[in-house]
């Protein structure tokens, strides 16, 4: 999402002229609205589904459930983890930066984006990423509490 509020990224002026002319203005309500409005066409399956790579669920990437991993790395605890594959493989890594958006933590993003949206629409979103919430150990509970109770 940050890259078409951004506006730094000429890739994303194409859907963020379609967020506009389809919803009225660029906004994660309209944003959720342009993911759930696309996926009805281009997610036939969790195996064949072609969203934007930055929004599209990782079982839809490649075939996660086909590698035997050893460790799953997260993005909120992404040093910690980096350490322990090291251990694992007997080397250590440099540190590696990681992005940070703008605006706070995840969990305040999350609390200030996912509370413009209703019940109904965090619902259809997680059925959306349902498998990636269970693939990687993630609970809805969380957005599902911030959400706005439904009219």
């Known amino acids: 999402q ?7 990224d000429p890739s994303y002026f194409k859907i963020k002229n379609f967020i506009i002319e389809k919803y009225g203005e660029v ?4 944003f959720t609205k342009l993911i759930l409005y696309k996926s009805r066409t281009k997610c036939r399956s969790m195996n064949h589904c072609s969203l934007d790579k930055h929004w599209k669920p990782f079982i839809s990437r490649c075939a996660f ?4 991993y050893r460790v799953i790395a997260r993005a909120e605890t992404f040093q910690e983890d980096q350490r322990f594959i090291g251990q ?6 440099e540190q590696v930066e990681t992005h940070h958006s703008s605006g706070g933590s995840t969990e305040d993003l999350a ?3 996912f509370g413009q949206l209703d019940r109904r ?3 259809q979103l997680f059925g959306l990423y349902q498998v990636d919430f269970e693939m990687f150990g993630y609970s809805p509970d ?3 509490g911030f959400a706005r109770k439904n009219p």
Do not use: E, H, S, W
């Not at 940050?2 to 730094?8: C, E, I, P, Q, T």
């Not at 694992?88 to 890594?93: M, S």
């Open 2 to 8: 940050d890259k078409l509020f951004d506006g730094a």
């Open 27 to 30: 906004t994660f309500p309209n």
């Open 65 to 68: 459930c086909d590698i035997p």
């Open 88 to 93: 694992l493989a007997g080397v250590q890594f």
């Open 111 to 113: 609390r200030i984006y």
């Open 121 to 123: 629409t965090v619902d």
């Open 142 to 144: 969380l957005y599902l």
